[in-house]
């Protein structure tokens, strides 16, 4: 196992950090209550429902709806499918896991006071898996642009002594020094160079222009795509029933994410005039966040129909990220190829910022028909350009702040879903489709999915059955200086969910 050092990236080396743009910003704060198999069934459509362990953490107004107290746990298998294109290179992918997806319980406490219009109230917690980063894809094309590129706009500019080692320094300590004295960007020039891909104008201590030892033409590139972690989601609820017709509600949620990625490419040509002819370059990314959001919402009942109204708030993050690297190439000198290994061994610590994510408006309706079944539709409306990296003081923070308001916009998501029982049996269905938060539609695109699911009641105790299938197309920058070239994602989802519930 290798030997990892660790190292503090200090606040003035922030504006550098490969891991903060509008992509990370987006993967933070697009999560959705993945929920119990018949919340999934119904595709999420139960805003104004209620009566469900993770309605609670949609709409806080749903734990007043039981009328007794009730608990629940899921489990669900995903499976992600990924087609991936890139240049003239077509590959497949698929990856699964199992997880918790959900757990939770509501007491509920009638009133039995004449006379008051306070009919109960009702305590909850419920705990939501709100996104899984599990993912892993490859893909592979031949490219006109070189890694090298990467290495090059972050080596221009700087002089020669701030990114090389000092006589007799070794890998780990030239890097762990370059970056701690003037941050990222200087460690990429330095993995440029002494893996002889940069090569400088002259051998001055003060020389600022370099070239690449690999010449122009056509390169073979590979990348792979791993990820793991996931963002949850844990609601403390509030809820209340005035009258026969309305219930209230009020969340207090914590937040928690860990995400994990690594990244490997692999690059190779003959070009003629190439003295590096392969590179590997592998980077690891951990990040770990806490955050608060709340919600209040409502449900109001008129005969048949009901109606109901949420309001999240912005979800205010705190996130700490850690980073790693290692670089390989080989090169010809003097006839043989020689194997040129920089591999550091350090983990790059870089200091804590936040992020707040917008809020969201949902609106909705059902019309139960009796005790045959029901139908419910929720529209949602989220704007993503009013996500922020925080401080905004901060001159980075402000530029990415400038491109997520000019790329991103405000999204609607509309769900639609139904049961319908036989006995003691429920068939249920649903139907979503979220629009793309991006104003360039290619970034990442439109999501539509389906359902399908069934119930059995047992009396006190409930088991539910869920498939749910989201397919959306997308567009992954491999680099964000250099080499930008994105591959497109053709990510097809899909969720077996089981879910147990029983009366307290």
Do not use: C
């Not at 109001?300 to 109901?308: A, D, E, I």
């Amino acid at each position: 196992m290798k030997k990892l050092i660790l190292l503090f990236i200090g606040i003035l080396s922030m504006p550098i950090i490969n891991a903060q743009s509008i992509s990370d910003a987006l993967r933070y704060s697009n999560g959705e209550i993945h929920g119990t198999a018949r919340f999934r069934a119904l595709s999420g459509a139960f805003n104004s429902l209620g009566g469900d362990i993770s309605a609670i953490s949609l709409n806080p107004a749903g734990s007043a709806i039981f009328n007794n107290s009730y608990a629940s746990v899921s489990l669900s298998s995903n499976n992600n499918d990924n087609d991936t294109s890139f240049f003239n290179g077509r590959n497949t992918s698929s990856n699964s896991d199992i997880s918790l997806q959900q757990g939770g319980a509501v007491f509920v406490f009638k009133n039995y006071k004449e006379g008051s219009n306070w009919k109960k109230i009702t305590l909850g917690i419920a705990y939501d898996n709100t996104k899984n980063y599990e993912d892993d894809w490859f893909s592979s094309g031949t490219n006109t642009t070189s890694i090298d590129s990467y290495f090059l706009n972050n080596a221009q500019g700087l002089r020669l002594d701030e990114i090389s080692a000092l006589p007799g320094e070794n890998t780990s300590d030239a890097y762990a020094g370059i970056g701690s004295a003037f941050g990222f960007g200087n460690q990429q020039a330095y993995l440029g160079y002494d893996s002889f891909i940069l090569e400088p104008a002259t051998f001055d201590d003060d020389n600022t222009v370099y070239t690449s030892n690999i010449a122009a033409g056509n390169f073979n590139q590979e990348y792979n795509y791993a990820a793991t972690g996931y963002n949850g989601k844990i609601a403390f609820n509030l809820g209340a029933q005035y009258t026969e017709n309305l219930y209230l509600g009020l969340n207090l949620n914590s937040h928690f994410l860990n995400y994990e990625r690594t990244t490997f490419l692999f690059e190779e040509n003959s070009n003629v005039g190439s003295t590096v002819t392969q590179v590997g370059f592998e980077n690891s990314l951990s990040t770990i966040g806490r955050g608060f959001s709340f919600q209040l919402g409502g449900i109001y009942k008129v005969s048949n129909l009901r109606l109901g109204f949420t309001y999240d708030s912005p979800t205010w993050l705190s996130i700490e990220e850690e980073t790693s690297q290692y670089l390989e190439t080989i090169r010809t000198e003097s006839g043989s190829n020689v194997l040129q290994i920089v591999d550091p061994q350090i983990i790059n610590i870089f200091p804590r910022y936040r992020i707040q994510t917008p809020g969201k408006m949902t609106a909705s309706f059902a019309y139960i028909f009796g005790q045959q079944g029901l139908i419910s539709f929720d529209y949602s409306r989220k704007d993503y350009s009013n996500t922020k990296f925080k401080p905004t003081s901060d001159s980075f923070f402000a530029s990415q702040n400038a491109i997520i308001a000019d790329n991103l916009k405000a999204a609607a998501t509309y769900r639609v879903g139904g049961e319908y029982k036989i006995k003691d049996f429920s068939l249920r269905g649903g139907y979503r489709f979220e629009e793309s938060p991006y104003k360039n539609e290619a970034t990442i695109g439109d999501l539509t999915g389906y359902s399908v699911g069934l119930g059995y009641n047992f009396g006190n105790t409930k088991l539910d059955l869920t498939y749910d299938r989201a397919q959306r197309s997308s567009e992954y920058q491999l680099f964000n200086t250099g080499l930008t070239d994105a591959t497109t994602i053709d990510n097809t989802n899909s969720n077996i969910t089981l879910s147990l519930g029983f009366r307290l």
